[in-house]
């Protein structure tokens, strides 16, 4: 079974570029979480997508927005860059039926390192 | 206070000793813990899974869960050098089902 895929792999932008980064889940997963993480603040929540519907959301302004298609896919978009923006932005799928056991295990995508200038 | 806490290390252990990394969580409720190593430069990979109170073994790796005291940890056996990397502890809260890192364990396994 494929893995988590993640497009693009590399990045890299300007202050004040918009971007967006794209997560295929595991085939059956209908559940997408996206994280930040950065050397100093280790993995940090951004959202996460459940059939199509932002289930939960982070501590995150609001130039991060992200999407899922019915296809489970999902899509997340960080606009007006700033230079903090720059790490590496991890996807993770899973089952998604939280509260059951063995249904919720994340597995991570290899991840798009953003470079912002 | 974090609600995932680890020591950040680097824990250091000679190839072959038992390699011991701990975890801490805040949120009482939380019923599904993970551990997940990642290596410089990539990304976490999920090395065990324990939702009941005790201890679940899968190779080399042993996790242990301790709802009451909010504790959970990862025993490593025979550590190998391949085995140096940081370890993150995740939790999947009660009620809003978010999922929260530690900030990581770096392990170096000395040869």
């Known amino acids: 079974k494929a893995g988590v895929t993640q497009t693009p792999r590399y990045l890299i932008k300007t202050r004040g570029q918009q971007v967006t980064l794209s997560c295929s889940p595991i085939?059956?997963?209908?559940?997408v979480s996206w994280y930040q993480q950065t050397p100093g603040q280790g993995l940090q929540f951004l959202f996460e997508?459940?059939?199509?519907?932002?289930?939960n959301k982070g501590n995150f302004p609001g130039r991060f927005s992200g999407r899922q298609f019915s296809n489970s896919r999902s899509e997340m978009n960080v606009s007006t860059l700033e230079l903090g923006d720059s790490a590496l932005y991890l996807c993770?799928?899973?089952?998604?039926?939280?509260?059951?056991?063995?249904?919720?295990?994340?597995?991570f995508g290899p991840g798009t390192r953003l470079t912002v200038l | 206070q974090k609600e995932v806490e680890q020591n950040s290390g680097p824990l250091s252990v000679p190839e072959g000793a038992i390699a011991s990394l701990n975890c801490t969580y805040s949120?009482?409720?939380?019923?599904?813990f993970f551990w997940y190593r990642q290596y410089s430069g990539k990304s976490p990979e999920l090395i065990m899974s324990?939702?009941?109170?005790g201890d679940k073994e899968d190779g080399r790796f042993t996790a242990q869960l301790n709802k009451a005291s909010q504790y959970v940890s990862l025993l490593i056996r025979d550590s190998q050098p391949s085995d140096s990397a940081t370890y993150l502890c995740?939790?999947?809260?009660?009620?809003?089902?978010?999922?929260?890192f530690g900030t990581g364990t770096r392990l170096k396994v000395l040869a």
């Open positions: 993770a799928s899973s089952l998604g039926y939280p509260g059951t056991s063995g249904y919720n295990e994340q597995f």
């Open positions: 085939s059956g997963h209908r559940s």
């Open positions: 997508y459940f059939s199509e519907t932002q289930r």
């Open positions: 949120d009482r409720g939380s019923q599904s």
């Open positions: 324990i939702y009941s109170n």
């Open positions: 995740a939790v999947l809260t009660s009620g809003t089902y978010k999922y929260i």
